[in-house]
């Protein structure tokens, strides 16, 4: 049988190798075979989604910066400084939470889809037309962000105009001057040549990026015991192989801008000039309770609990 499997991103950014290698692990390991959809196959991110929800796809990779309306629980991942920055740290909460590995599958599960793993594809870092150093900077900037309330939230609390957009929007959208930055991790900074059409990169530290990948549920419990763990295992090898993919990966895509574009101003802020930005995290928190209650006040509470387990 052929499976589809369709994500977010090009078949050599971060959701595509991962991909291939869930493909390379079930096709060795099972005779089924998979096709790979990358960006723009098969339409938006809320495309692929929608398609994966009613079957036609068997597999999708949507980060939950587009899965806020779905699953409002999952727009935790915009609270900003809550992940650790440190790789390994990061990792360690991957593979252990309780929270990622125990509740948001139920949450998943309700709308449909058997949640097979989250990982991290980077510190995210404000790529601007102008300088950022504090929130003054991102005043009147109309700052795109992934269509997500939560994260809509975050960029209000930093001093900027927030305007959710799909990904398909975002290049067009700078070069024509109705947004004046985004968001993202440096290889998509890179790999989508944002650099083209901004002239700043600007290191706060306040998130890593998050994606969710997921099998249709129906599909999934409708399978062998024997299959199921071959997707199972499969999710497991791929995630380990995409954490030791990203080792450098940033410096590896700073150092291609700066060859690429060499007036390209790329600076870390110091922890002065975090402060502000740091204090706005309390504000976005309490708006995400407000927006998921008590479920949500639950997932983060357990987030916490995990993520202090993980930099112990
Ligand atoms: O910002 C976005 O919309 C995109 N960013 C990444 C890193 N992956 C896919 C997503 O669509």
Do not use: C
Request: negative net charge; proline residues 5%; glycine residues 6%.
């Amino acid at each position: 049988e052929t499976w589809k499997y369709a994500f977010e991103e090009a078949l050599t950014d971060v959701q595509g190798v991962y991909a291939q290698k869930f493909k390379e692990e079930i096709e060795a390991n099972s005779d089924h075979e998979i096709q790979l959809f990358p960006f723009g196959t098969l339409g938006e991110s809320a495309d692929i989604m929608e398609q994966a929800q009613a079957g036609i796809l068997q597999f999708v990779d949507q980060s939950p910066g587009f899965t806020g309306a779905l699953i409002p629980e999952a727009q935790v991942f915009f609270v900003p400084y809550l992940l650790p920055a440190e790789s390994e740290q990061l990792g360690d909460f991957f593979r252990n939470s309780k929270a990622i590995n125990e509740m948001f599958p139920e949450l998943y599960a309700a709308q449909g889809l058997e949640l097979l793993t989250m990982f991290p594809e980077g510190e995210v870092v404000m790529n601007t037309k102008e300088a950022v150093a504090g929130p003054a900077d991102l005043n009147e900037v109309k700052f795109r962000v992934m269509t997500n309330p939560l994260l809509v939230e975050s960029y209000k609390a930093f001093g900027a105009t927030p305007t959710p957009l799909p990904w398909g929007e975002v290049y067009g959208g700078l070069q024509t001057n109705i947004i004046q930055g985004q968001e993202n991790p440096m290889f998509w900074v890179e790999s989508t040549k944002m650099y083209e059409v901004t002239d700043h990169i600007t290191f706060a530290g306040h998130n890593n990026f998050t994606t969710a990948v997921m099998a249709n549920k129906e599909f999934y419990d409708g399978l062998s015991d024997e299959d199921r763990k071959v997707i199972d295992d499969a999710a497991k090898v791929a995630f380990e192989h995409i954490l030791e993919y990203q080792n450098g990966l940033t410096e590896k895509s700073v150092a291609k801008i700066k060859e690429a574009k060499p007036e390209m101003n790329i600076v870390e802020l110091t922890e002065e000039q975090r402060a502000p930005f740091k204090a706005a995290a309390a504000e976005v928190e309490a708006k995400f309770i407000e927006m998921t209650g008590d479920s949500g006040q639950k997932i983060l509470d357990q987030m916490k609990q995990d993520l202090e387990a993980a930099t112990q």
